[in-house]
């Protein structure tokens, strides 16, 4: 039985339906793979176009980017029916919403589909939109990147009367935008990449270029520097010159002329090299004239001349009776100065049309010439001071010989220096050791003593327990006793404690010459703690001013010898006599320095005596036991050490008031 016409009709719409669909899917498919290796865009765009025009009418199409750094878009892609396709390099002002529907798509970042209705009602407003022939149906997309924003448009467009796209077109359409959307900002990742990558290769290849230019450079100044110190002549002086001038500059010709400022104004040439003229006798003088050389020496200015420049100079006045052959490529001219004194001019010039100099050469010259001048300077002195030292040579051995003689009694004053100032500093570690162990002794014969007790009332308790004597009264007096007895032993326990951690402290930092935080106020206490069997049976008083958050970097072995040595000094000279004297130490700080003020109100000091009182061995304590290193200790170790400063004045009837500044931060060489 045959079948009826509309299930005919259906199964044909159903295979032709399916047919497209199968296209679909392969197209989708195939610009999916392009747009992931895609390397050419303009290939891309018509193999998408081409792709398009396979399942939808895209006679008229066209893909617009948005270049941000010329504020406008570029038509990179487009074919149209009745317009002629603009060159995709030209960049066209990016137009507002309501002028163009491609700058609406662009701008808002969202799809625009419009027909020729909606164009013709917009324009008869006298909003006119776009520009050009006005299409039937108006399809744009806008391309957005993976940030979220439109960086151009994809468009197609049919002109034929009445033509419409089809829903299923404007979403496979859209489906395209996303596909090129991913290819345009890929190749233009990639493409920022390799500029990127091209740039940077290119700066560090200058940097590169740079960097070896300048070692050249440093090498050549360094060459020319050691030239002044090597025990050669001049004349292999002026040609090892010449060699290194070679290493940085065109140099086959080259002359070195000295002005001799004598009452004739004279020059020589002691080193001339040149492929057109010969060679100068080395005794060869003649006036400074109004040459080329004579030219840079009245300036006193670098000179580059080329043939045009020269002429111009000639016909000028400023250049007559020049000598030598004049038919140069260029010629550059700087003169040799060394503090303010002019004493030559150094020359290099070209005879190769193909060779010349620029003014980086000359700055290069002048920069050499300097170095050259101060070389040539101490070559020319160390000559004389030679001929000088060959002239006193025998006197000399007799001078060295008293000089090792003196160096050996130096030497020998230094081991004994040193050995002093060492006994000095275990002395007083000793005198450390020996103070707190007396110190100690006291809080722990209390922490036995009550121990003892504390044994006895056990024993007690332990009789009574089995007797059955034990009473509630004697029990809460055993435990009232214990606790007593308890907080004797904490007591007496944290305050050896204390005393001993000070002391290990102290005589650690005593001992090391490390750089740690200190924090001032606690520190200065440790010490103080340190000394206290010092002062202990005297009436003698510490007061110290520091403010708790005060914190200095530096060495704080050093920091508590100086302060160790400034209570000893006043116990045992400024009290000597005083019952009752007292001590003040003063601290503040700024951004950069602590300020450490040291008074005592005992005795004083005369003007004669506290000039000398850093003097290493001075002491008004001579046969008593001074060794007279104390105070040369404090300057030592404050001015070197601690890298600071220490002043002393004696005000009369205020004893001595010494005033040390330290940094913050103890610099890496103080240390």
Partial sequence: MPKPMNAIAS??????????????????LDISRRSAHCRDLHAFFKDVHAAIGRIMCANSFYIALLDESAKGIRFVYRTDEKEASPDPAKVFPLQTEDESPTAWVIRRGERLCITIDEITSRNAKGRRWGSGAHAEHWIGMPLVGNDG??????????????????????????LMSKHVADAVERVQFEARLEHAIAERTRVLEHEVAERRHAEQLQRALYEISALSVRDIDLDTFYAELHRILGELLYARNIAIMLYYNDEHDLVGFPYFVDEKDSDLPANYRRPAGHGL??????????????????QALQDAGVLHHVLGSVDFTAWIGAPMIHQGKVLGVIILQSYDPAIGYDDRDLSLLTFVADHIAAALSRKQADDALRAAHSFLAQGNEALQAKNRQLEMTLNHLGIAQGELVRQEKM????????????????????????????AEEMKRLRQ???????????????????DELLRVLASNTQRASGLIRSFKQVAVDQSSHDVRDIALAEYIEDVLKSLRPKFKRTGHTIEVS???????????????????????????????????????????????????????????????????????????????????????IVYNLVTTKLGGTINVDSPRGKGLRYIIRLPLELAPLAS
Avoid: W
């Fill in 11 to 28: 199964q044909t719409q159903a295979d032709q339906r399916l047919a497209r669909l199968e296209a679909v899917q392969s197209i989708v």
């Fill in 149 to 174: 924003s439109a960086f151009g448009a994809i468009v197609v467009q049919g002109y034929t009367p009445g033509f419409r796209y089809t829903d299923e077109d404007i979403a496979l359409f859209e």
């Fill in 293 to 310: 050389t004579g030219f840079v020496l009245r300036t006193r200015m670098p000179q580059r001349i080329d043939q045009e420049r020269f």
């Fill in 427 to 454: 002395a007083s570690l000793g005198a450390l050791v020996a103070g707190i162990a007396h110190e100690v002794n006291t809080p722990l014969g209390i922490c036995t003593t009550a121990v003892s007790l504390l």
């Fill in 464 to 482: 009574a327990l089995p007797e059955g004597q034990l009473a509630d009264d004697n029990m809460q007096a055993f435990f009232n006793s214990s």
């Fill in 546 to 632: 520091c403010d708790p958050k005060i914190h200095l970097r530096s060495i704080p072995g050093a920091l508590s010898q100086v302060i160790t040595n400034l209570v000893i000094n006043s116990i045992t000279h400024a009290f000597d006599g005083i019952d009752e004297g007292h001590i003040r130490i003063d601290v503040k700080s700024d951004d950069a320095r602590v300020t450490i003020k040291y008074q005592d109100d005992g005795s004083g000091m005369a003007p004669a005596a506290l000039r000398r009182l850093f003097e290493p061995f001075y002491t008004t304590k001579r046969g008593q036991g001074g060794s007279g290193l104390g105070a040369n």
